[in-house]
Structure formats: structure tokens, C-alpha cells
T-cell receptor
Framework: DAKTTQPPSMDCAEGRAANLPCNHS???????VYWYRQIHSQGPQYIIH???NNETNEMASLIITEDRKSSTLILPHATLRDTAVYYCTGKSGGSNYKLTFGKGTLLTVNP | NAGVTQTPKFQVLKTGQSMTLQCAQDMNHEYMSWYRQDPGMGLRLIHYSVGAGITDQGEVPNGYNVSRSTTEDFPLRLLSAAPSQTSVYFCASTGGIGGYTFGSGTRLTVV
């Protein structure tokens, strides 16, 4: 199982890039890294995932280190609405569909 | 396309009562999961299903039952509610690698 470690909180100025780190040193070769976020008490929202290569979509970019032991989620121009808890998730028990969540990082975007 | 629909949104139970939390998805997703989230905590996996007729236990299955008779529905049953089951419950589904879609949650209070 991929156990993940994230800082409990981070701050970012509005309009600046937010870089959220995640360590997943126990990840194995075929495990994807997923990022989700949860705004206030809403249901979590999928952001992005990756295996080996860096990925980009309309929400964020994902940088995965070559050894795959860590990754960074980048929000290029953070807005106040990006204030949320961000989860880097790992799989559990041999399936990419059985995801386990840690406590995540509370990102606060300040005006 | 409604996504993942959870009912009810709020529920108060007395200790010992039973109830079923409903979850339905209209995306023809094979994989569905139930999570609970306690204050200040991440999400913990209760049960999951990889297809109709197939379910398995997650991290915290005690006190809960599930069944998956159709692809669309994945109800969660509380057999005899306890105050420790006061939580927010999220249902989620995915069709494969591309990340889970979560419902908006059921806020359950057991008194």
C-alpha cells in the first residue's frame, strides 16, 4: 500500500502558484498517484492523477519525481476559491480503485 | 447526468435504530465505495465494490453492511446505530483509472 505524507497546512497569496508536496515513498511501480481536494464540507473533487510522467489538465499540474517517491501538485494561479484540503492518495490492497486517504493539506489562499 | 446521488442529506437516529443510506450513480461505473469522515479527519474506507454482486471490506467495516445488486446502486446499511457512527458519509464511483466522482454526503447524527 502506498502511504502518503503531506504537510498539514500551507498558505499561498492569491494569484501566485501553489505548490503542494506529497511523499509516497512506499509506492510501487504500477500504482497511480491521485490528487483530490475538498472544499469546506463538500464531497471530495478529483483533480489529477499520474503514473510516471508529469501531467497537466485545466485544473492543475502534477510533477512526479523520477524515483516516484514524491510528487507536487501545482495550482498555477491560486484563487480564493482554491482554499481547500488537498489529498494525495494512495491505493490499498492491489487495486487502483481502492483508495485510502490521509489527513491532507489545508491550503489557505490569502487576498 | 446527475453523477453520484446520496440520500438522505441529513439524518438523526436513536441508538439501536437501523437505517439505509442510499447511493446511486448514472455513469455506468463499475467501482463504487463508501467512506466516512469524522471532524478534522480524512476519509476512511468502509466498504467497496468492483461490480454488481461483488463487495469487500475497507478499513472500518464493523457495524455496516453493503450489497450491490445493480451497477447503479450501492446502499450502506447501519445495523444498530451507535453514537460512534455519527459522521459524514460519502459515496463515490469510478469507471476506471480516471478518478472517483463523489456524492455530496449524508450527515448522520446518532443520539
Amino acid at each position: 500500500d502506498a502511504k502518503t505524507t503531506q504537510p498539514p497546512s500551507m498558505d499561498c497569496a492569491e494569484g501566485r502558484a501553489a505548490n503542494l508536496p506529497c511523499n509516497h515513498s512506499t509506492i510501487s511501480g504500477n500504482e497511480y498517484v491521485y490528487w483530490y481536494r475538498q472544499i469546506h464540507s463538500q464531497g471530495p473533487q478529483y483533480i489529477i492523477h499520474g503514473l510516471k510522467n508529469n501531467e497537466t489538465n485545466e485544473m492543475a499540474s502534477l510533477i512526479i519525481t523520477e524515483d516516484r517517491k514524491s510528487s507536487t501538485l501545482i495550482l498555477p494561479h491560486a484563487t480564493l476559491r482554491d482554499t481547500a484540503v488537498y489529498y494525495c492518495t494512495g491505493k490499498s490492497g492491489g487495486s487502483n480503485y481502492k483508495l485510502t486517504f490521509g489527513k491532507g493539506t489545508l491550503l489557505t489562499v490569502n487576498p | 447526468n446527475a453523477g453520484v446521488t446520496q440520500t438522505p442529506k441529513f439524518q438523526v437516529l436513536k441508538t439501536g435504530q437501523s437505517m439505509t443510506l442510499q447511493c446511486a450513480q448514472d455513469m455506468n461505473h463499475e467501482y463504487m465505495s463508501w467512506y466516512r469522515q469524522d471532524p478534522g479527519m480524512g476519509l476512511r474506507l468502509i466498504h467497496y465494490s468492483v461490480g454488481a454482486g461483488i463487495t469487500d471490506q475497507g478499513e472500518v467495516p464493523n457495524g455496516y453492511n453493503v450489497s450491490r445488486s445493480t451497477t447503479e446502486d450501492f446502499p450502506l446499511r447501519l445495523l444498530s446505530a451507535a453514537p460512534s457512527q455519527t459522521s459524514v458519509y460519502f459515496c463515490a464511483s469510478t469507471g476506471g483509472i480516471g478518478g472517483y466522482t463523489f456524492g455530496s454526503g449524508t450527515r448522520l447524527t446518532v443520539v
